[in-house]
């Protein structure tokens, strides 16, 4: 059989977790991304066990243990009282920094042989597999991949509708230095190496979610309403995040040094996720409120299970209807992890505590790579 190609739009955690998943197929894989520089923005992450078993069927597992953690629990406070502290028995999850999985993603690929190229920008594709880059270039593959974010070229230009629902809320990420002894000598009886989600509903809402991601880094977020401009406010408002969370001050003050960016909360529905031969995959098909740690954790996942359905269809002709098959099988799990996501964004019930149980932890658990995942018990 001759090589097979794919062209992908977008080298973030989608593109490069679906180009080498191919690539470690056979297939001659070209991603094009259009930042003249591969690296990530952001802080940091939070993966499962969804995610965790693509990472390890790509042979990555090695790379990213060498710089990630399990906390000890995931804790829940309302106005600096305990709620839970979830220990996630049975749940394989860890937390790290985005730069890191992405230079562990970015090694992955190019040891698979996947060409990459920065400052190369989709403008369009079309269902019969032809792509256009903004240079004017024009390439055809056996399968597009639209993994271009939220904004994604590759689905607009297929004019395939879509839905955006906003949230009241939004946050503002940081990577800051842990300063564990400092945090340690204000609040002696605290876990520092637990997951803290700080909320305060009343009289004010700010929350803080405290995420350690290795022994060097802290991952902080800063939630607020968006009508709430001093809370919103980036760099941020120390005075008033300090005069709420004291405890944190010496990694607030940190966060305050940084110019920082406040993301509203909101999903994004597609109609389909695929047209002909071009496939969604990430933020372009299924954006989600970030209540459950799931966008990326799904965008992997699906990278996956798209590379491993077009690999085994060897009949040309069948593809669009193995990606149709595949959208079928796979996106129930993805919608609801949506739907979740959006309902704890809605209603801040997070702040209730003990959250990671029943049907919630049903993407958390899944896993993508188990060939048996869709049979009934
Ligand atoms: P992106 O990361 O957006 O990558 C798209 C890439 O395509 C970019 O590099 C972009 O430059 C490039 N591109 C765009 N247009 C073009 C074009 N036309 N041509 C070529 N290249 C193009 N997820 C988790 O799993 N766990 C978490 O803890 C978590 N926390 C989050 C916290 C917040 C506040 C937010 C907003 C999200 C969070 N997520 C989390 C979600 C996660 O960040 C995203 O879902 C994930 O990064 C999406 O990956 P992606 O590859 O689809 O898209
Ligand atoms: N979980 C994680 C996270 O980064 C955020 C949320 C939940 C890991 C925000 O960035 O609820 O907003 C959340």
Known sequence: MTTRHAEIAGAGFAGL??????????????????????????????????????????????????KSMTPPAYETRMNNVIRSQETLDGISWRTLTRPHLFATLLYAA??????????????????DGEVTLASGEKATADVVIGADGVGSAVRDSLAIPLERQRSRDGITRFLVPRRKEQLQALEPDTEWDNVIDFWNLEPRVLRVLYTPANDDELYIALMAPADDAAGSRVPIDLE?????????????????TVPGKYYGYQTTRVESWTRGRVALIGDAAH???????????????????????????????????????????????????????????DTREMANGNQFSGDVVETALYNPTDPRRHEVQ
């Not at 190019?110 to 269902?127: C, H, K, L, N, Q």
């Not at 008033?240 to 305050?256: C, G, H, I, K």
Request: proline share 4%.
């Open 17 to 66: 977790t679906a180009a080498t998943a191919l690539a470690q197929r056979g297939w001659s894989v070209r991603v094009h991304e259009k930042a003249p520089e591969l690296r990530t923005e952001g802080a940091g992450i939070v993966l499962w066990n969804n995610s965790l078993q693509v990472l390890d069927a790509i042979g990555a597992t090695h790379d990213l243990m060498s």
């Open 110 to 127: 190019r040891e698979a042989g996947v060409e990459i190229v920065a400052g190369s920008t989709v403008r369009s594709a079309t269902a």
């Open 240 to 256: 008033l995040w300090t005069s709420v969370f004291p405890q944190l001050a010496p990694v607030l003050e940190a966060a305050a």
């Open 287 to 345: 954006a989600m409120c970030p209540a459950l740690a799931q966008g990326a954790g799904c965008a992997m996942q699906n990278a996956w299970t798209l590379a491993v359905a077009a690999d085994e269809t060897s009949d040309a002709a069948a593809l669009p209807a193995a990606l149709e098959r595949w959208e079928q099988h796979e996106r129930p799990f993805t919608d609801r992890c949506q739907d979740r996501s959006q309902h704890y964004a």
